[in-house]
């Protein structure tokens, strides 16, 4: 797997596996609309269907405090009391346009526990 820099170069890139960090189903979540889903099916429609979608959840304080220990003045602080609104939009978002997904809790995970259920998961598709 690569690192993607944008859109583009993961449409450039569609032979191989790609990780990517807030992709579609999370810019849908914090500004996809009715009157611009259009956009969506065209991006899905060029760049291709992911294989899986993984949508990482916490509970508010577990994401406030992992976003504290990140950088204390880390204005994504302010947004996290809309953790659950964001990833209930993004399972709506991967359930309307039939991708495949996947919502792990990681309240009690470390990331290394995160990465291994990713990576069954991974295994079994």
Known sequence: AQESRGLG???????????????????????????????????????????LTVILTGNEQTVIERLKSRDPNDSDIQKAVKTKAVSERMIFFCEKFALPYVVIDTSDLTPDEVVDKILNIWETI
């Open 9 to 51: 170069d993961v449409y450039k890139r569609q032979d191989q596996n790609i990780i990517t960090d807030r992709h579609l189903a999370s810019n849908y979540a914090w500004s996809g609309t009715e009157t611009n889903e259009d956009v969506y099916e065209l991006l899905l429609k060029k760049l291709g269907r992911p294989r």
